[in-house]
Structure formats: C-alpha cells, structure tokens
T-cell receptor, first 115, second 113 residues
Framework: DQQVKQNSPSLSVQEGRISILNCDYT??????FLWYKKYPAEGPTFLIS?????DKNEDGRFTVFLNKSAKHLSLHIVPSQPGDSAVYFC??????????????FGQGTTLQVKP | EAQVTQNPRYLITVTGKKLTVTCSQN?????MSWYRQDPGLGLRQIYY???????DKGDVPEGYKVSRKEKRNFPLILESPSPNQTSLYFC????????????FGPGTRLTVL
C-alpha cells in the first residue's frame, strides 16, 4: 500500500520554463511534507518542506503547494535550469502519530531540463 | 565539515555471510535512519532511531538489525544476507525528527550473490 505516490516517473522541460512535480498521499495523519533532490552517485539532499498548517512555502526558485482536501502537493521550479536535472522525491511524516519517526517517500520523478 | 559517512561504499558478498554497514554523523543529531533505494520503489525506510538506545522499525525491517549505542553511530547489520537485499543503501541524520531536514550519506551499493 503506497501511502505516498509520484505518478509521473519522468518529466522533461525546456530551460527557463516552469517545472511542476506532483505528489499524492493517502494518510490524513501526515502533517509534514518534504522534497529531496538526488543526483546520480550521491545521497539525496533536502530541498524544501511544508507543514500542514500552511498551503504554500517558497524558497527562491522553489515553491511547494499543499492541497490538504485533495491530499496533493506539488513542487514548482521557476525558472528551470539544466542543473535542476535530477530525481525528485517527495516524503511525508506524521508527527503526532505513534510512528513519529517514520518517513514515507514516493517513488521519485526524474526531471530533465533541456538547454 | 558537517557530514554523514558510510562504509563501505561498495560491497559484493555471498548469501548468508554476515555483514555490517557503518554510518557515522558529526552533527550531534538525535535522529538517524536507514533507507534502501530500489528502481521504481523510491526510498524505503528500514529502521530509525530517535535517540541513543531508541530504535524502531521502518517499512521494510525484515532481515536487518540496527543498534544505537552512541549518538554519532548507527550501524546496519545483515545477519544472513539474501539476494533480495541487493540494493543501494543510505544512512541519514537530522536534528530531532524525520520532518527536520535530513542529511544523507553517499550511499552503499550492496550486491548479494
């Protein structure tokens, strides 16, 4: 039972345009959501996060939107740059549950930004 | 330099031969966790530790053991490895909890023949 799903395995966009990566979840107990970026042969690195008390969080070119009623979040990258080409994972955590240490990841979306 | 280190980076072994993958962090983080990455499955959590002597199962703990005797170290033990444990393993740490920014190690590529 996949509690966090990234339904698009890959996405290709032109440099300078917007990249939108999507993530859906099923567990209503999730109250923190994070995005990680991963380059080949490296460990993932933290990108941006959002708590369920917010519906938007912005950090430079990266914005995460949370729609709790739809159990959906998205990561917007504007403008996209070739260096953004990587695998992006969304992850969710339920801080108030008995499994407070658990973090559930999606399958990942490979973003390719073409020059 | 703040970092998470893992050793070995690459390991090829045979079924049933016990092995340990070490993980160490120098950031005084309370929370540490192990993940495995497999094609099409993303990252799946194996075990986590909220603090010294406190460990708990993630989503795929079968066939693995961990210990947290000191704050900085969180080794992953495979008592009797099997081919389905062939994977890319990552250790990570964060200040206090999984919803804090986690710092990941470089990964350990394990092949079990």
């Amino acid at each position: 039972d996949q509690q966090v799903k990234q339904n698009s395995p890959s996405l290709s966009v032109q440099e300078g345009r917007i990249s939108i990566l999507n993530c859906d979840y099923t567990n209503s107990m999730f109250d923190y959501f994070l995005w990680y970026k991963k380059y080949p042969a490296e460990g993932p690195t933290f990108l941006i996060s959002i708590s369920s008390i917010k519906d938007k969080n912005e950090d430079g070119r990266f914005t995460v939107f949370l729609n709790k009623s739809a159990k959906h979040l998205s990561l917007h990258i504007v403008p996209s740059q070739p260096g953004d080409s990587a695998v992006y994972f969304c992850a969710a955590s339920a801080s108030g549950s008995s499994n407070t240490g658990k973090l559930i990841f999606g399958q990942g979306t490979t973003l390719q930004v073409k020059p | 330099e703040a970092q998470v280190t893992q050793n070995p980076r690459y390991l090829i072994t045979v079924t049933g031969k016990k092995l340990t993958v070490t993980c160490s962090q120098n950031m005084n983080h309370e929370y540490m966790s192990w993940y495995r990455q497999d094609p099409g499955l993303g990252l799946r959590q194996i075990y986590y530790s909220m603090n010294v002597e406190v460990t708990d199962k993630g989503d795929v703990p079968e066939g693995y053991k961990v210990s947290r005797k000191e704050k900085r170290n969180f080794p992953l033990i495979l008592e009797s490895p099997s081919p389905n444990q062939t994977s890319l393993y990552f250790c990570a740490s964060s200040l206090r909890a999984p919803y804090n920014e986690q710092f990941f190690g470089p990964g350990t590529r394990l092949t079990v023949l």
